[in-house]
Antibody, heavy 117, light 109 residues
Framework: QGQLVESGGGVVQPGRSLRLSCAAS????????MHWVRQAPGKGLEWVAV????????YYVDSVKGRFSVSRDNSKQMLYLQMNNLRVEDTGVYYC??????????WGQGTRVTVSS | QAVVTQEPSLTVSPGGTVTLTCGSS?????????PYWFQQKPGQAPRTLIY???TRHSWTPARFSGSLLGDKAALTLSGAQPEDEATYYC?????????FGGGTKLTVL
């Protein structure tokens, strides 16, 4: 049974950096596009970034361009989100999820990021 | 980036039928947007009910169905149950980017 487990969240001051990780197991990670999605407290879901199955294409929501970077290591079945120059408005729960046309998706339970002075 | 629109709130009676819709600022929603529908209950992580427009997950009750309705994606709930009270999010794929709708808070009352 496929599973995604996020880690790396925590409390950080504005302007600092944090790296989130997402460990995949039980499905063909190397064949899936992978997403990061977040949810601010009391707000809706917001798509953050996607990386193609081979890592060759990456796309971001406008509000994180130039600050966040998504990457993956297919040999380790790991997805990462490097978050630099964090802002208070980046606070929320971050989820990773998979995407592969014609196949079911998988989503993690999330990791909490709090940006506060 | 595109804006995805959903009804902010809807109410359905127990046993009733309701349709939630999902529109796009770029024009008609098609199967090429690979619409997803997520369900989220308070304090829980979201979970996918429908992907690729119409495909249910193994845990998705048959009373939920996905479709294209006019120029929108739609999630129809037939025979609403109290446990279906939740917020539902539509998720669309564009060339490169993706986007969620603002969510529809569904009340079963």
């Amino acid at each position: 049974q496929g599973q995604l487990v996020e880690s790396g969240g925590g409390v950080v001051q504005p302007g600092r950096s944090l790296r989130l990780s997402c460990a995949a197991s039980g499905f063909s990670f190397k064949d899936c596009g992978m997403h990061w999605v977040r949810q601010a407290p009391g707000k809706g879901l917001e798509w953050v970034a996607v990386i193609w199955y081979d890592g060759n294409n990456k796309y971001y929501v406008d509000s994180v361009k130039g600050r966040f970077s998504v990457s993956r290591d297919n040999s380790k079945q790991m997805l990462y989100l490097q978050m630099n120059n964090l802002r208070v408005e980046d606070t929320g729960v971050y989820y990773c999820g998979s995407e592969r046309r014609g196949y079911r998706d998988y989503w993690g339970q999330g990791t909490r990021v709090t940006v506060s002075s | 980036q595109a804006v995805v629109t959903q009804e902010p709130s809807l109410t359905v009676s127990p046993g009733g039928t309701v349709t939630l819709t999902c529109g796009s600022s770029t024009g008609a929603v098609t199967s090429g947007h690979y619409p997803y529908w997520f369900q989220q209950k308070p304090g829980q992580a979201p979970r996918t009910l429908i992907y690729d427009t119409t495909t249910r997950h193994s845990w998705t009750p048959a009373r939920f169905s996905g479709s294209l309705l006019g120029d929108k994606a739609a999630l129809t709930l037939s025979g609403a149950q109290p446990e279906d009270e939740a917020t539902y999010y539509c998720f669309l794929s564009y060339t490169g980017a993706r986007a969620f709708g603002g969510g529809t808070k569904l009340t079963v009352l």
